[in-house]
């Protein structure tokens, strides 16, 4: 229906482009008068008054229309029924109402939800029509009021170049609105939950079970409970399990990525330069989920064989595998950001170590590397904020079980881990089981935060000294 | 220590640090290597599939079929009873246990697949005809060698009765291979011999087309304001490091963002690729921005200076002179995006794309899958045969990545102007 009322609206404004524009070169010709601007731009203004206010009130609709009509079901449920619902219960009878509606229901037809289901036809109804209407009117009257500035010869470029501009402002908001969405996605459930789970509990709590937690109503939780819930909330041994792994990560690609950098910086030539460097940015092409099922199947089976050789008890979801495979993933971000440090470094101050008679080597070693340290501690800090907020490698090599353990033999489990284990199928709303993986996501999303804020910064400093 | 020696150590240093650059390039090289070389190995089985050729009589009496039966009576009709008979006839069983046996070597669906064949071939009603029906996963598995054989029986998830069957079949060259269509037009299934990537190849397609559209003008809108209008000022600062920041957020977060507002405020139906593709265009359009705005400032000034002095206001010279030229590396960069989002996970799990879909969406807004969760799905299975399937999805899954990104390589050397 919406797409259908976009494509009317979307017509309707490309042919009143050339309305306006054919019209307004009548009047010029008959009138002897000289316009303003190109009879394009007329085009396009009224096509744009046409479009856009229409098309907002479309979008700004279409986003409420759905909470008007769940709070219009709610009230009809609970004004006709002497027993009243929690909200939680509402919500329910309201999906149940709309799969009804919708005919896909599968489960005990009550007389509540028949009758829910037609009065949520007849609000449908009605809100299609008042839609309709008043997209209709407010067409009518902006195109009318766009038609008789056009008439009046008004100046037109300057006109559709404001709007031009604003839509162009806009439109570049939509990223700072997406951080105050993400924000407030994780505020939101995290106040509810950290109004059950004390914040230090929480960050400082030492065991880690959240499938124990089956507490619904937080506000009768009497202190023993809370004992209980205080344990199975801990998230020490998830922060100690990602930090783990990231580590294991970044002893594989710190070394290996920075080398390959160095000699393709230095060392290798032309043609060298031009094959590997493209195929190891594959490394960084590859789905993660790709290297989950390559972790997951072949290099962890492989590590519990080689221990089984030597005696050793080896988890198949041990933290070495997905830390290893995490690590090859991550060899090319810090090989091609440190290439392009290295390469930054000015030429004089390599003459100048070679002058006194130093070795290549030498010279990278005392010089171009000190140079570029700043640059290269930054692309190892990015590196590490991509460790420990990748998903599929852990979600499917590493482990569940949270356990505080430094053998990378041992399974692990990390904070993404678990944020999808918890979120995987059903979830029960209102659970601090649910909202503790918000509370997750919130942490998570801090820790990049402030390594990434950290590492721009030190990258974008260091760029400045040698611009 | 003299200083000839003391220049050889100097010497052996130099060379053992190229020596060490070199070894790890070729690491990395050799990784990328035996990565592809496990998937395609893995995967290359799982374009064929194994089928036992079976002697049908499509007799209309048995089927209580009219004797020039239309499709939509054959649509109707049981198969089951025809079917049963015909595979029982293959081998000569004894007891209840047996038979069973013997029906297990076929896939579950057999009678399904009798009756395809025969709406394809209508002109066979009334005749003996060879049909070569799907193998169960295990003689599939076993047929393409993937299947140790010689373990002890209780070991074995095939009976040595099945066994016997397989290669008195093999002698009479009745198991073929043929070419496995199945895998790129079913939806999912429990059965990995009828599973498919259909319904996948559709959710991601959906996906990718939203994104697309959500995502392309938007970003394009957004880095030629920043790069061309934005006035310098606080409010700029405030995008930009916005941009810059979400480019390195998780892309888990996104997922909890499409969870909580997109599913949970706005009440969008839950694992449908329309806001798969919301949630992902959110995440690709800083990461579109960046080249974008790169590309934009490529174009060196004197373009935007020509335009001005012979009258151009801004927006013109913008619009007509610099974002025409940009146009190349844009593209390219919008395509890189777009592949990162189609390899995409963790947020599509978290939005419910994990559901077992069986239907192949015909909407945006139907429940699917997408391929990087169909191999996240399939990973996750017991069977054998989900392996070689899960390979196989990566091998399709990567090679679209493929194609893009040579696109994007391929506008950019083709079309970019090189200003110097």
Same mark, same amino acid.
């Given at each position: 229906?919406?797409?259908?009322?976009?494509?009317?609206?979307? *017509?309707?404004?490309?042919?009143?482009?050339?309305?306006?524009?054919?019209?307004?070169?009548?009047?010029?010709?008959?009138?002897?008068?000289?316009?303003?601007?190109? =009879?394009?731009?007329?085009?396009?203004?009224?096509?744009?008054?046409?479009?856009?206010?229409?098309?907002?009130?479309?979008?700004?609709?279409?986003?409420?229309?759905?909470?008007?009509?769940?709070?219009?079901?709610?009230?009809?449920?609970?004004?006709?029924?002497?027993?009243?619902?929690?909200?939680?219960?509402?919500?329910?009878?309201?999906?149940?109402?709309?799969?009804?509606?919708?005919?896909?229901?599968?489960?005990?037809?009550?007389?509540?939800?028949?009758?829910?289901?037609?009065?949520?036809?007849?609000?449908?109804?009605?809100?299609?029509?008042?839609?309709?209407?008043?997209?209709?009117?407010?067409?009518?009257?902006?195109?009318?009021?766009?038609?008789?500035?056009?008439?009046?010869?008004?100046?037109?470029?300057?006109?559709?170049?404001?709007?031009?501009?604003?839509?162009?402002?806009?439109?570049?908001?939509?990223?700072?609105?997406?951080?105050?969405?993400?924000?407030?996605?994780?505020?939101?459930?995290?106040?509810?939950?950290?109004?059950?789970?004390?914040?230090?509990?929480?960050? %400082?709590?030492?065991?880690?079970?959240?499938?124990?937690?089956?507490?619904?109503?937080?506000?009768?939780?009497?202190?023993?409970?809370?004992?209980?819930?205080?344990?199975?909330?801990?998230?020490?041994?998830?922060?100690?399990?990602?930090?783990?792994?990231?580590?294991?990560?970044?002893?594989? &690609?710190?070394?290996?990525?920075?080398?390959?950098?160095?000699?393709?910086?230095?060392?290798?030539?032309?043609?060298?330069?031009?094959?590997?460097?493209?195929?190891?940015?594959?490394?960084?092409?590859?789905?993660?989920?790709?290297?989950?099922?390559?972790?997951?199947?072949?290099?962890?089976?492989?590590?519990?064989?080689?221990?089984?050789?030597?005696?050793?008890? +080896?988890?198949?979801?041990?933290?070495?595998?997905?830390?290893?495979?995490?690590?090859?993933?991550?060899?090319?971000?810090?090989?091609?950001?440190?290439?392009?440090?290295?390469?930054?470094?000015?030429?004089?101050?390599?003459?100048?170590?070679?002058?006194?008679?130093?070795?290549?080597?030498?010279?990278?070693?005392?010089?171009?590397?000190?140079?570029?340290?700043?640059?290269?501690?930054?692309?190892?800090?990015?590196?590490?904020?991509?460790?420990?907020?990748?998903?599929?490698?852990?979600?499917?090599?590493?482990?569940?079980?949270?356990?505080?353990?430094?053998?990378?033999?041992?399974?692990?489990?990390?904070?993404?881990?678990?944020?999808?284990?918890?979120?995987?199928?059903?979830?029960?709303?209102?659970?601090?089981?649910?909202?503790?993986?918000?509370?997750?996501?919130?942490?998570?999303?801090?820790?990049?935060?402030?390594?990434?804020?950290?590492?721009?910064?030190?990258?974008?400093?260091?760029?400045?000294?040698?611009? | 220590?003299?200083?000839?020696?003391?220049?050889?150590?100097?010497?052996?240093?130099?060379?053992?640090?190229? %020596?060490?650059?070199?070894?790890?390039?070729?690491?990395?090289?050799?990784?990328?290597? %035996?990565?592809?070389?496990?998937?395609?190995?893995?995967?290359?089985?799982?374009?064929?599939?194994?089928?036992?050729?079976?002697?049908?009589?499509?007799?209309?009496?048995?089927?209580?079929?009219?004797?020039?039966?239309?499709?939509?009576?054959?649509?109707?009709?049981?198969?089951?009873?025809?079917?049963?008979?015909?595979?029982?006839?293959?081998?000569?069983?004894?007891?209840?246990?047996?038979?069973?046996?013997?029906?297990?070597?076929?896939?579950?669906?057999?009678?399904?697949?009798?009756?395809?064949?025969?709406?394809?071939?209508?002109?066979?009603?009334?005749?003996?005809?060879?049909?070569?029906?799907?193998?169960?996963?295990?003689?599939?598995?076993?047929?393409?060698?993937?299947?140790?054989?010689?373990?002890?029986?209780?070991?074995?998830?095939?009976?040595?009765?099945?066994?016997?069957?397989?290669?008195?079949?093999?002698?009479?060259?009745?198991?073929?291979?043929?070419?496995?269509?199945?895998?790129?037009?079913?939806?999912?299934?429990?059965?990995?011999?009828?599973?498919?990537?259909?319904?996948?190849?559709?959710?991601?397609?959906?996906?990718?087309?939203?994104?697309?559209?959500?995502?392309?003008?938007?970003?394009?809108?957004?880095?030629?304001?920043?790069?061309?209008?934005?006035?310098?000022?606080?409010?700029?600062?405030?995008?930009?490091?916005?941009?810059?920041?979400?480019? &390195?957020?998780?892309?888990?977060?996104?997922?909890?963002?499409?969870?909580?507002?997109?599913?949970?405020?706005?009440?969008?139906?839950?694992?449908?690729?329309? +806001?798969?593709?919301?949630?992902?265009?959110?995440?690709?359009?800083?990461?579109?921005?960046? @080249?974008?705005?790169?590309?934009?400032?490529?174009? =060196?000034?004197?373009?935007?200076?020509?335009?001005?002095?012979?009258?151009?206001?801004? +927006?013109?010279?913008?619009?007509?002179?610099?974002?025409?030229?940009?146009? =190349?590396?844009?593209?390219?960069?919008?395509?890189?995006?777009?592949?990162?989002?189609?390899?995409?996970?963790?947020?599509?799990?978290?939005?419910?794309?994990?559901?077992?879909?069986?239907?192949?969406?015909?909407?945006?807004?139907? @429940?699917?899958?997408?391929? =990087?969760?169909?191999?996240? *799905?399939?990973?996750?299975?017991?069977?054998?045969?989900?392996?070689?399937?899960?390979?196989?999805?990566?091998?399709?899954?990567?090679?679209?990545?493929?194609?893009?990104?040579?696109?994007?390589?391929?506008?950019?050397?083709? %079309?970019?102007?090189?200003?110097?």
């Amino acid at each position: 229906m919406n797409l259908a009322i976009i494509v009317l609206i979307v *017509l309707f404004s490309i042919s009143s482009f050339f309305f306006a524009r054919t019209k307004v070169k009548k009047i010029a010709i008959s009138n002897q008068t000289k316009l303003n601007a190109l =009879p394009d731009y007329y085009g396009f203004y009224l096509s744009l008054w046409c479009a856009l206010p229409a098309l907002l009130i479309l979008i700004v609709w279409t986003i409420f229309e759905p909470s008007i009509i769940k709070a219009f079901i709610f009230q009809g449920i609970s004004g006709e029924n002497a027993q009243t619902y929690n909200n939680s219960e509402l919500n329910l009878i309201y999906q149940q109402i709309k799969s009804f509606h919708f005919g896909y229901f599968t489960g005990t037809i009550t007389e509540e939800i028949i009758r829910g289901a037609e009065s949520y036809k007849s609000f449908l109804s009605i809100a299609q029509g008042s839609k309709i209407v008043l997209l209709a009117t407010i067409i009518i009257f902006t195109t009318l009021y766009a038609l008789k500035k056009i008439l009046n010869n008004n100046k037109a470029r300057e006109d559709v170049e404001k709007i031009f501009k604003g839509l162009l402002f806009v439109c570049s908001l939509v990223a700072i609105l997406t951080t105050i969405g993400i924000i407030f996605a994780l505020l939101f459930e995290s106040i509810k939950f950290f109004s059950v789970i004390n914040i230090f509990d929480f960050l %400082f709590g030492t065991s880690w079970s959240p499938q124990r937690a089956f507490v619904r109503d937080a506000s009768t939780i009497t202190a023993e409970e809370y004992a209980d819930l205080k344990n199975a909330f801990g998230t020490v041994p998830l922060f100690a399990g990602t930090a783990f792994i990231a580590l294991i990560a970044m002893i594989v &690609a710190v070394p290996i990525g920075l080398f390959s950098g160095i000699y393709m910086a230095e060392y290798a030539n032309t043609k060298v330069r031009k094959y590997s460097k493209p195929i190891i940015e594959i490394l960084a092409g590859i789905p993660t989920v790709v290297y989950g099922f390559f972790a997951a199947l072949t290099v962890g089976p492989f590590f519990r064989e080689i221990g089984e050789k030597f005696g050793l008890e +080896v988890s198949s979801e041990s933290a070495l595998a997905a830390g290893l495979v995490m690590g090859v993933m991550i060899i090319p971000y810090i090989s091609s950001l440190s290439d392009d440090v290295i390469n930054a470094v000015p030429q004089s101050l390599r003459d100048g170590s070679y002058a006194i008679g130093a070795t290549k080597s030498e010279t990278i070693k005392r010089v171009v590397f000190p140079a570029a340290l700043p640059g290269i501690v930054g692309s190892v800090l990015l590196a590490v904020s991509r460790a420990i907020g990748e998903t599929m490698i852990v979600v499917m090599a590493a482990g569940l079980a949270a356990n505080l353990t430094l053998n990378p033999l041992e399974s692990t489990t990390t904070i993404t881990t678990q944020i999808v284990m918890i979120l995987v199928g059903d979830q029960e709303f209102d659970s601090p089981k649910t909202q503790s993986a918000f509370a997750l996501g919130l942490t998570l999303f801090f820790a990049t935060l402030v390594l990434n804020y950290i590492a721009l910064r030190v990258v974008k400093k260091y760029r400045e000294k040698y611009e | 220590m003299n200083k000839d020696q003391l220049l050889k150590k100097r010497y052996r240093a130099e060379k053992r640090f190229k %020596f060490y650059g070199l070894v790890s390039i070729t690491l990395a090289i050799l990784f990328v290597i %035996f990565l592809v070389n496990v998937i395609f190995s893995k995967g290359r089985t799982a374009f064929q599939r194994t089928t036992i050729a079976v002697e049908v009589n499509f007799n209309t009496e048995e089927l209580e079929l009219s004797s020039n039966a239309s499709i939509e009576e054959i649509q109707d009709a049981d198969f089951y009873d025809l079917s049963i008979n015909s595979l029982l006839k293959l081998y000569k069983t004894e007891g209840a246990k047996q038979e069973k046996e013997l029906l297990r070597v076929f896939s579950p669906d057999h009678d399904i697949e009798i009756k395809n064949f025969l709406i394809k071939n209508l002109d066979n009603l009334n005749k003996n005809v060879i049909v070569n029906l799907t193998t169960s996963d295990d003689i599939d598995q076993l047929h393409k060698g993937n299947y140790p054989r010689h373990l002890p029986e209780e070991r074995r998830r095939i009976s040595d009765f099945q066994l016997l069957i397989y290669d008195q079949l093999v002698k009479e060259n009745k198991v073929n291979k043929v070419f496995n269509t199945f895998f790129f037009t079913n939806g999912d299934s429990r059965n990995p011999e009828l599973a498919g990537i259909g319904g996948s190849l559709f959710g991601s397609f959906f996906t990718i087309i939203i994104t697309l559209i959500l995502s392309f003008p938007i970003a394009i809108f957004a880095s030629i304001y920043l790069e061309e209008f934005a006035p310098k000022n606080r409010i700029t600062d405030f995008i930009e490091i916005n941009i810059n920041n979400l480019a &390195a957020v998780p892309s888990i977060v996104f997922g909890l963002l499409g969870l909580g507002i997109l599913l949970g405020t706005f009440d969008l139906p839950r694992s449908t690729p329309l +806001v798969a593709g919301i949630t992902l265009s959110l995440m690709t359009l800083p990461r579109i921005i960046i @080249p974008c705005r790169a590309s934009l400032k490529a174009v =060196p000034p004197s373009i935007r200076e020509g335009a001005l002095a012979v009258g151009a206001s801004k +927006v013109q010279s913008v619009m007509h002179h610099v974002v025409p030229l940009s146009i =190349p590396g844009t593209l390219s960069g919008t395509i890189i995006g777009l592949a990162q989002a189609l390899g995409e996970t963790a947020p599509l799990i978290l939005i419910g794309m994990v559901a077992f879909v069986v239907d192949i969406p015909a909407t945006p807004i139907d @429940p699917s899958a997408s391929l =990087p969760v169909q191999v996240y *799905l399939w990973s996750e299975q017991a069977e054998r045969g989900f392996v070689e399937k899960t390979s196989a999805t990566i091998m399709v899954l990567l090679s679209f990545l493929i194609v893009m990104n040579f696109i994007a390589v391929y506008l950019r050397q083709k %079309f970019e102007k090189k200003w110097s």
